[in-house]
């Protein structure tokens, strides 16, 4: 067993209001910098910039996961995470159709920035990604569960976008299997407050929209690897987030 350093939720020049700074070779070098393993690119509502991240993680010996933030209905927050970068692009193109059509302001939000693999402007997201899709969570849960998307909640411990804050509770129904604090200190009292969440995986991420917000080399999840298999890895961090060990 080996621990695997991670930040499952991260945002790039894509995503409004993060950084133009936060380019998949900027993220990539700077979770190298930090010791980091595996790292998730989950920008909301968007998975446009994931090949470009897959590449730049090759290069610096990361292992990427493709993923978004996808806003319900509700304004809720929760992050989907895909095996495979087929499958995350295929959600992307469904997603698309379900955004308001409301237009970007890139003076107020910023550019919405697709970029390559060389961090080269390739395109712009017209509508405003940070608005909410009009899937309600369960037909979210479903939608991206189709595509073979782990998801859970963001942030749970946080007022903003966090399931608890609006729904006042994290519904058993929806068949969470991990959860997503934003700060290591919070799990303790949302757990002796919700006792039920207790029986749930947990991780802690950033939600980095800053190369300074990017976790350091912190909290880690242990995998039963072998060496030089990024796939395996990848194998056995799924069954974790979604209970299988």
């Known amino acids: 067993m080996t621990p695997y350093y991670y930040d499952l939720h991260i945002h790039s020049c894509l995503s409004p209001c993060a950084d133009d700074d936060m380019t998949p070779n900027n993220i990539a070098g700077m979770a190298a910098l930090k010791g980091l393993q595996v790292l998730a690119l989950t920008d909301h509502n968007s998975c446009k910039n ?8 090759k290069r610096q010996g990361i292992i990427p996961i493709a993923g978004m933030e996808l806003s319900t209905a509700e304004d809720i927050h929760i992050v989907c995470l895909f095996e495979q970068l087929e499958d995350a692009m295929r959600f ?5 159709g379900h955004l308001m059509n409301n237009q970007n302001k890139p003076e107020i939000f910023g550019g919405q920035l697709i970029l390559n693999g060389n961090d080269e402007q390739i395109g712009t997201e017209a509508k405003l990604l940070i608005s909410a899709t009009d899937l309600w969570i369960s037909d979210a849960i479903e939608l991206a569960r189709s595509f073979g998307a782990h998801v859970h909640p ?5 007022e903003s976008n966090g399931i608890i804050a609006i729904l006042g509770d994290v519904p058993n ?13 919070n799990i ?19 939600d980095a929209h800053h190369l300074w917000d990017i976790s350091e080399a912190d909290n880690f999840i242990m995998i039963d690897d072998e060496l030089y298999s990024s796939s395996l890895v990848r194998k056995r961090l799924f069954e974790y987030l979604n209970g299988q060990n």
């Open 188 to 206: 303790a009292p949302l757990k002796g407050k919700y006792p039920h969440i207790s029986e749930k995986k947990h991780i802690v991420s950033s």
């Open 173 to 185: 129904e929806y068949g969470f299997d991990c959860l997503e604090f934003n700060d290591l200190d």
């Open 92 to 96: 992307d193109e469904v997603v698309s």
């Open 50 to 57: 994931c090949p470009a991240f897959f590449e730049a993680c």
């Open 154 to 158: 963001a942030h749970i411990d946080r």
